[in-house]
């Protein structure tokens, strides 16, 4: 059997190593219109022509289930839809999925707690993804900056090295010249409670960055640490999710995000910004608070092969430039896991 070939009934492609997912598949049953159920096991059936089909459409298993019917993929949240739109209300789940998932609204929000839900178990079974796009083998950044990746300067490639999926570690060290100025040093308690930036103002300042991979997502992890002088060192981490093409949200801790696009202009690296958001139970929701904290900025300058020039500062709409830091790193470690 091959694409070409017509393949009648419905086909439901699903991870037989997630307890949940294959309870579905099992459980599924869809009306006599649409012919028999064929239930493909990712895993073992890695081989299947409709495989080939859906990695050539790029539709990645590790973010959901599909279902085709002949004629359209149904990846995910739409696959979810589907199952209650057509499931034949023969047993308690298809009677469960048509009385809960036929409302757009509540699959836009239950479905990420299912994959979320799913990942757990996956991840307490010790199994690995299904990668069926073969993520790990590229940078998690190479789709964030689409075409524009092939022209970054080689220092920016590898500071944006990390793959999903695996242990990848980048290290760079370099100092930094900080500035914080009012109102925003008002707030050094919450921020620090927070985990934000760091609310100092001082120069040269000494600071070693990682950046990690996610063994289990494709979340891109930053570390950072700052040497002060005075102060013990002081610690600054978030992770970077792409939510959207070039969009990406920074988040740390509590669920606070700073939105942003990543841009290259053909001379340096544009983070802009693009908002806040909180993340809660596997959904960012956009909070208004650009007016209170102001617009996030940066950017990446290549200096050399090893070292890259960067700049961050965030700007008050009516108390100007309140934060500020810049310097220069040097790529001083890549680790491969």
Request: hydrophobic share 40%; glycine share 6%; proline share 5%.
């Amino acid at each position: 059997m091959n694409m070409n070939d017509k393949m009648n009934g419905i086909y439901f492609v699903y991870d037989g190593e997630c307890p949940l997912c294959r309870s579905a598949a099992y459980a599924l049953r869809i009306k006599e219109k649409f012919g028999a159920l064929h239930l493909i096991n990712a895993r073992t059936e890695a081989d299947h022509p409709l495989m080939a089909e859906i990695n050539k459409r790029g539709l990645d298993l590790d973010e959901g289930m599909i279902i085709y019917d002949g004629s359209n993929f149904y990846h995910g949240q739409t696959a979810l839809e589907f199952m209650a739109r057509h499931g034949a209300a023969k047993n308690s789940f298809t009677v469960f999925c048509k009385s809960l998932f036929r409302w757009r609204p509540i699959t836009v929000i239950t479905y990420p707690w299912m994959r979320g839900t799913r990942n757990m178990l996956i991840r307490n079974k010790n199994i690995g993804r299904i990668d069926n796009l073969n993520h790990k083998s590229t940078p998690i950044f190479q789709s964030i900056f689409s075409d524009a990746w092939d022209n970054l300067p080689p220092v920016l490639k590898k500071h944006y090295a990390n793959r999903p999926y695996c242990n990848d570690i980048v290290t760079v060290s370099g100092h930094l010249d900080i500035m914080c100025k009012a109102p925003l040093t008002w707030l050094a308690p919450i921020m620090r409670l927070m985990g934000q930036i760091p609310p100092a103002n001082e120069e040269n300042v000494p600071v070693t960055v990682e950046f990690k991979s996610d063994l289990h997502s494709k979340a891109f992890q930053f570390n950072r640490q700052f040497y002060f002088k005075s102060t013990k060192p002081y610690a600054f981490r978030s992770q970077m999710i792409q939510v959207q093409d070039n969009v990406v949200i920074e988040v740390m801790r509590f669920g606070l995000g700073w939105k942003m696009r990543y841009t290259w202009d053909g001379t340096k690296v544009i983070l802009s910004h693009k908002g806040y958001a909180l993340k809660l139970f596997g959904h960012f929701v956009p909070v208004p608070l650009t007016l209170f904290m102001g617009k996030g900025y940066a950017e990446e300058v290549a200096v050399d092969e090893h070292r890259f020039d960067m700049i961050t500062h965030i700007t008050h709409p009516w108390w100007g430039k309140v934060y500020q830091y810049k310097g220069r790193f040097e790529i001083m470690e890549k680790l491969d896991g």
